[in-house]
């Protein structure tokens, strides 16, 4: 079994492993957080498992993620897309994730939307996803276990449908460009490891803000706390999201 994440700031990837580890402890992981993901497409058999999780931007699968997916292909191959949202909402997702595999060879046999601690707004979802969590993604994990038993032995599994629009909701993006402060002892580390190359690896303080899809992982990674974004316009928007992020939303299972 492969497990694939897109995790900038990690959340994605602790739920993707949580789900993962309980099908297959000795799975394979590929991360599609860096320009240098999958280099050598990879081409799975009907009888391998992918998993793919990847973080809700906007209501919608970040387009560089899908784009680094499609050098995975598979031949009817049993595929669980996951998506990991930071308690707002996933809107429309996990159905474009499912149809992308889809479209690549890989048949949904089951579907995940779960929750982890909003890279950005980080007052909303904290510390998730945690123990009550690790909890019913473990019991999805024995279900998904019994639906991939029955498809090994011969069983065709019936379509899966998971909730979103198929007019995708528009993603432009959001206003937030994390920049670097005069604590910047230019060592790189952000520029290494910033999905999109939007900091130059020879002038780490600096952003390329036309290809900078605020992922916020430069901030995450920095040793020496250097990046920021504007706290003004994180405090608008914490103010601006309370209604729709504050109440705790559970992890959903479509098989
Ligand atoms: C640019 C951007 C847009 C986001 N949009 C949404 C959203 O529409 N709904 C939501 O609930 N969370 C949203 N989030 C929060 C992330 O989906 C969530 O924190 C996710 O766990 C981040 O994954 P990571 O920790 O692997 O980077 C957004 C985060 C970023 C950076």
């Known amino acids: 079994m492969y497990i694939a994440h897109f995790s900038p700031t990690g959340g994605t ?7 993962g580890r309980a099908l297959d402890p000795q799975a394979t992981e590929i991360d599609l957080s860096t320009p240098k993901s999958v280099a050598t497409p ?7 498992v992918l998993l793919v999780a990847i973080p809700v931007y906007g209501g919608r699968v970040p387009a560089i993620a899908l784009e680094r997916l499609k050098r995975i292909t598979g031949h009817d191959t049993p595929a669980i897309p996951v998506v990991v949202y930071g308690n707002r909402d996933y809107d ?4 474009e994730l ?4 889809e479209a690549t060879g890989f048949r ?23 123990e009550a969590d690790k909890h019913l993604l473990t019991q999805f994990a024995a279900r998904i276990a019994d639906k991939l038993d029955a498809v090994k032995s011969g069983t065709v599994p019936a ?7 198929p007019q995708y909701k528009p993603y432009n993006g959001v206003p937030l460009k994390p920049h670097a402060s005069r604590a910047c002892n230019r060592c790189g580390t952000c520029a290494a490891l910033c999905p999109v190359g939007a900091i130059p690896l020879d002038n780490p303080s600096k952003t ?9 992982r430069c901030i995450a990674v920095c040793p020496q706390q250097a990046r920021k974004v ?6 608008l928007s914490i103010r601006m999201l309370k209604k729709a992020c504050e109440s705790r939303k559970e992890p959903e299972l479509f098989i």
């Open 230 to 235: 504007s706290k003004l316009k994180v405090a």
């Open 208 to 216: 390329d803000t036309s290809k900078c899809i605020s992922c916020m």
């Open 98 to 101: 499912k149809t992308a595999l």
């Open 108 to 130: 949904s046999i089951a579907g995940v939307a779960c929750i982890a601690e909003h890279s950005i707004m980080r007052v909303y979802a904290t510390g998730r996803p945690d």
């Open 159 to 165: 379509p899966i449908e998971v909730k979103g629009n």
């Open 42 to 48: 990879l081409d799975l058999s009907h009888d391998e």
């Open 13 to 19: 990837r602790r739920a993707a492993e949580i789900i």
């Open 92 to 95: 429309d997702a996990l159905l």
